[in-house]
C-alpha cells in the first residue's frame, strides 16, 4: 500500500462545476499538506499548504485536512478551463530526517471543458 | 517573486555525451532540490541541498553528479546516462530546508537520451 493515494482520474467536469480532488494517506507523522498544478509539459506550481487539521482558503480554491481520517481535500469554486491540469497533492513529517521530503500522490488529471 | 529557472529547456544527448543542467533562484532560499519525473508520474526526490552541503542523496546512480557553487546556484552533471533517464528535471527551492513544505518548482528541463 502506498503512502499517499491519489485517483489518478480523468475527471472531466463543466466549466462552473465544483470540484473535489482528495488524498488519502496512511503515515500518521505527516503534519503538512500540499496541493500542486502542474500544467503539461511544465513543472508543479503550489497553491497552498495546511499544517494539521484544518480549513484553508485561497480564493476559489478551499484546502480541508481531517487527521483523524487521514484524508484531505482541495475544492475548487466556478471551476474554469484555465483550471485544466494535474493536481498533485503532497506530504510531509515534522522534525528530523523528514526535513527535505514531500510525499506524492499520482496526480489527478483535471479537465474543464467550456 | 518566486521563481526559479532551469537551463536548457530541453537537452538531447548521447550516452556517451557529458552534459549539465542548471537551476537558478535569487529568492534567498538555502535549501536547493533536484526531482526527476517520468510521464504520468509524481517527481522523486534525487538531492537535497541545505546551506550549499549535500543533505540528501537518495541513493542516485553516480551517472548523476550535484554540486552547488553558492546559494543562488544548483548544477546537476550528467555522464553516461541511459535512456531510461530520459525524464523531466524538476529544481525547487525552499526557505531553509525545514521549510521543504513549501517549494517553488522551476519549469524542468526534459532530458532525452538516445
Known amino acids: 500500500q502506498k503512502e499517499v493515494e491519489q485517483d489518478p482520474g480523468p475527471l472531466s467536469v463543466p466549466e462552473g462545476a465544483i470540484v473535489s480532488l482528495n488524498c488519502t494517506y496512511s503515515?500518521?507523522?505527516?503534519?503538512?499538506f500540499m496541493w500542486y498544478r502542474q500544467y503539461s509539459r511544465k513543472g508543479p506550481e503550489l497553491l497552498m499548504y495546511?499544517?494539521?487539521?484544518g480549513n484553508k482558503e485561497d480564493g476559489r480554491f478551499t484546502a480541508q485536512v481531517d487527521k483523524s481520517s487521514k484524508y484531505i481535500s482541495l475544492f475548487i469554486r466556478d471551476s474554469q478551463p484555465s483550471d485544466s491540469a494535474t493536481y498533485l497533492c503532497?506530504?510531509?513529517?515534522?522534525?528530523?530526517?523528514?526535513?527535505?521530503?514531500?510525499?506524492f500522490g499520482q496526480g489527478t488529471i483535471l479537465t474543464v471543458h467550456p | 517573486d518566486t521563481e526559479v529557472t532551469q537551463t536548457p529547456k530541453h537537452l538531447v544527448m548521447g550516452m556517451t555525451n557529458k552534459k549539465s543542467l542548471k537551476c537558478e533562484q535569487h529568492?534567498?532560499?538555502?535549501?536547493m532540490y533536484w526531482y526527476k519525473q517520468k510521464a504520468k508520474k509524481p517527481p522523486e526526490l534525487m538531492f537535497v541541498?541545505?546551506?550549499?552541503?549535500?543533505?540528501i542523496n537518495e541513493s542516485v546512480p553516480s551517472r548523476f553528479s550535484p554540486e552547488c557553487p553558492n546559494s543562488s546556484l544548483l548544477n546537476l552533471h550528467l555522464h553516461a546516462l541511459q535512456p531510461e533517464d530520459s525524464a523531466l528535471y524538476l529544481c525547487?527551492?525552499?526557505?531553509?530546508?525545514?521549510?521543504?513544505?513549501?517549494?517553488?518548482f522551476g519549469p524542468g528541463t526534459r532530458l532525452t537520451v538516445t
Open positions: 503515515n500518521s507523522a505527516f503534519q503538512y
Open positions: 541541498y541545505s546551506y550549499e552541503k549535500l543533505s
Open positions: 529568492m534567498g532560499h538555502r535549501a
Open positions: 495546511t499544517y494539521s487539521s
Open positions: 503532497a506530504m510531509s513529517a515534522d522534525g528530523g530526517t523528514s526535513y527535505g521530503k514531500l510525499t
Open positions: 525547487a527551492s525552499s526557505l531553509v530546508i525545514q521549510n521543504s513544505y513549501e517549494q517553488y
